[in-house]
């Protein structure tokens, strides 16, 4: 009987493994579902729509795989609730931008951007990714998993792509007409993402000693229908990088 580790680690070399590992995650909806029915504690820390871990759900079935990850933001100093309105909450995240948000979690609307105007690049400085206030959490999270029987599961650090951070800041429809319109400033934007997420990605790795797995850079490109841009112009975004 392989540990998760051994057994995502096998898989990722393209060996036999006893079975299948398992990665999974869920809404946060459907965990508290679970844990009603199993008579555990709910949550507050969570909301309905959020994409969640939850430690003894995913004991619960068997879940090899799971993504961590330190607080790779461009601004975590600037994240904060501003106000209330009904419903709604106005937020600033670590990403830079003004949101208007439901207090259920399941839509956003975007005020304002870190980048509205593409001369302010040279003026755009993201927070040290070497802050270890970013670790932190990320740090207690690996001690806990590590302490689970067994070892616990598998960990992967994660890092988030550039296409999605470059819209964030930007606003989606102008980063959109960027990529069309400007090469030249999708480059060097992109490449100042790509950097940032680079070192992050590095520093997990070695502030969780999880060297034998490697990192995830993952990204949103896509929606049921298909991509948000062609497969040539992503191609041209990952070249520029």
Excluded at 106 to 124: H, I, M, N, R, S
Excluded at 131 to 159: H, K, N, S, T
Excluded at 177 to 182: K, L, P, Q
Aim: some cysteine.
């Amino acid at each position: 009987m392989m540990t998760s580790t051994e057994r995502v680690i096998t898989a990722l070399c393209f060996q036999s493994t006893d079975y299948v590992p398992l990665c999974d995650h869920y809404w946060g909806i459907t965990v508290e579902r679970w844990r009603q029915r199993q008579g555990l504690p709910p949550r507050q820390d969570i909301l309905p729509f959020d994409n969640v871990y939850d430690p003894e759900m995913s004991a619960y079935y068997g879940v090899d795989l799971i993504i961590v990850r330190a607080d790779d933001t461009f601004f975590p100093s600037r994240a904060q609730v501003i106000r209330q309105e009904g419903n709604y909450r106005i937020v600033r995240d670590g990403w830079g931008r003004l949101l208007r948000s439901l207090n259920d979690g399941t839509k956003d609307q975007t005020l304002e951007v870190a980048l509205a105007d593409k001369g302010d690049l040279d003026k755009l400085e993201f927070e040290s990714p070497y802050d270890d206030r970013r670790y932190e959490a990320f740090v207690a999270r690996l001690i806990q998993e590590r302490a689970r029987p067994g070892g616990g599961p598998c960990m992967i650090p994660r890092v988030g792509g550039p296409f999605l951070r470059c819209w964030w800041l930007r606003g989606e429809e102008q980063f959109l007409i960027d990529i069309a319109s400007d090469p030249d400033f999708v480059y060097e934007l992109v490449g100042r993402v790509v950097d940032h997420r680079i070192v992050i990605g590095l520093e997990e790795l070695k502030r969780g000693n999880l060297y034998e797995v490697g990192f995830l850079i993952a990204d949103d490109i896509a929606h049921n229908r298909g991509t948000f841009i062609s497969p040539r112009s992503y191609l041209g975004i990952v070249k520029l990088t």
